[in-house]
């Protein structure tokens, strides 16, 4: 049973530039989050997609955006890119109101 | 707001034995589940334990336990019989329940266990 898996696991970019980060959530799950973690910090909610829709939305601007394809899989998008954006990008996979979250080892993002 | 504070930054523990994390939380809900996770140095975070808060029963995994104390807002997680695989960062965090879908997580408790 594979769990959630993200790609890239490293990537480096300069400011200005946008990137796609994707994830593929555990076999049997529906919803998909994001979230970003910057160094020492905890995860910091992005958002949330259920049925190919954005369900919620934590404080982050119009940059992110995101995607759920009928797969399930998701992506998330980050246009204009900041040297703050710099982090470790996860992706969390859930099914229904089970309250538990199963998250991918993540994608760090280092902006030049 | 919804807000979980951890006030250890670090921590250390001896191998064998027994280490106790502080977490307390804010929320103006009733309904609502509490989460530690363990967060390796391979990056991957791992659910280490569950609370419900409607349950008063405090919750445990084996050598993993929690201390619930809902009027104080706090929940505490205790680690007995320390192993080296123990060292982690270790993340509180709270959903509501049922509205909820995000998490709010603490800044985290970086744990040693030393040999």
């Known amino acids: 049973d594979a769990g959630v898996t993200q790609s890239p696991t490293h990537l480096i970019k300069t400011r200005g530039q946008q990137v796609t980060l994707r994830c593929s959530p555990k076999s049997g799950h529906d919803t998909v989050s994001w979230y970003q973690q910057a160094l020492g910090q905890g995860p910091q909610f992005i958002f949330q997609?259920?049925?190919?829709?954005?369900?919620q939305r934590g404080n982050f601007p119009d940059r992110f955006s995101g995607h759920q394809f009928p797969n399930y899989s998701s992506e998330l998008n980050v246009n204009a890119l900041l040297l703050g954006d710099s982090a470790l990008y996860l992706c969390?996979?859930?099914?229904?109101?089970?309250?538990?979250?199963?998250f991918g080892e993540g994608s760090r993002l280092t902006v030049l | 707001a919804q807000t979980v504070t951890q006030s250890q930054p670090e921590m250390s523990v001896q191998e064998a034995e027994t280490v106790t994390l502080s977490c307390t939380y804010d929320t103006s809900e009733n309904n609502y589940y509490l989460f530690w996770y363990k967060q390796p140095p391979s990056r991957q975070m791992i659910l280490v334990i569950r609370?419900?808060?409607?349950?008063?029963q405090n919750a445990t995994e084996n050598r993993f336990s929690v201390n619930f104390q809902k009027a104080a807002k706090s929940f505490s997680l205790k680690i007995s019989d320390s192993q080296l695989g123990d060292t982690a960062m270790y993340f509180c965090?709270?959903?509501?329940?049922?509205?909820?879908?995000?998490?709010?997580f603490g800044t985290g408790t970086s744990l040693t266990v030393i040999p």
């Open positions: 997609y259920y049925e190919e829709e954005e369900r």
């Open positions: 969390a996979s859930s099914r229904g109101e089970t309250g538990e979250l199963f």
């Open positions: 965090a709270f959903t509501t329940f049922p509205t909820g879908n995000q998490f709010y």
């Open positions: 609370q419900e808060a409607y349950k008063q």
